[in-house]
């Protein structure tokens, strides 16, 4: 009941589109759900989170739909660029906890 | 303001012996948490530590363990390493405050057990 399924695993898409990485849980007390973004050598640094009380957050080129019903949010990254290239996890929590469930990660290739 | 700096970045160890490995969070920050990264498992976490106590802990053998000293750098160790135990460890840090905050991750230390 803790896990958080990812998919698609890998993704590749033009520079200018709009990969799209969707995430699920099924432990209803998650009550906040992170976007991470991992470069090659480096640590996972946050990009977006949203509360289940709203249905979508925008932060510049970053947008999180979130459909509370069918336990599911989704990444989207608007004109996507060769230097968004990076894996993307998607992770949830509950309350004050710094415990982070972890999707198992997309790994997205933006071409120039 | 500096960030979370993670010592040392790489290791190779081998089977049977025992590492520490060292976290240095965000000055201010009291909340440092770990997290063991591996192709196959994903980012699984280890435990939390906040004000030098260990406040929540994942699914991991009494091998891991970890402690946080007054300063709030945080250490953890891994007695009798099995092969399994390969992977890129990272700790991240927060605030550690009541509600939900960012975490900042480290840059993370690669260990190689052989």
């Known amino acids: 009941q803790q896990q958080v399924k990812q998919s698609p695993q890998s993704l590749i898409v033009q520079k200018g589109g709009i990969p799209i990485i969707n995430c699920a849980y099924e432990n209803t007390a998650f009550d906040y759900f992170p976007w991470y973004q991992q470069f090659p050598g480096k640590g996972p640094a946050l990009l977006i989170a949203?509360?289940?009380?709203?249905s979508e957050k925008k932060e510049g080129r970053f947008t999180i739909s979130f459909n509370k019903s069918a336990k599911q949010f989704s990444l989207h990254i608007m004109d996507s660029q060769p230097g968004d290239s990076a894996t993307y996890f998607c992770a949830a929590t509950y309350g004050s906890a710094r415990q982070l469930t972890f999707g198992s990660g997309t790994q997205l290739t933006v071409l120039p | 303001k500096a960030g979370v700096t993670q010592t040392p970045r790489y290791l190779i160890k081998t089977r049977g012996q025992q590492v520490t490995l060292s976290c240095s969070p965000i000055?201010?920050?009291?909340?440092v948490s770990w997290y063991q990264q591996t192709p196959g498992q994903g980012l699984q976490f280890l435990f939390e530590?906040?004000?030098?106590?260990?406040?929540n802990k994942g699914n991991f053998p009494g091998r891991f363990s970890g402690r946080q000293f007054s300063n709030s750098r945080s250490e953890m160790n891994v007695s009798t390493l099995e092969l399994g135990d390969s992977a890129l460890y990272l700790c991240?840090?927060?605030?550690?405050?009541?509600?939900?905050?960012?975490?900042?991750f480290g840059p993370g230390t690669r260990l190689l057990v052989l």
């Open positions: 530590y906040f004000s030098e106590t260990q406040r």
């Open positions: 949203i509360r289940p009380d709203v």
């Open positions: 991240a840090s927060s605030r550690g405050g009541l509600y939900q905050e960012t975490q900042y």
């Open positions: 000055s201010g920050h009291r909340s």
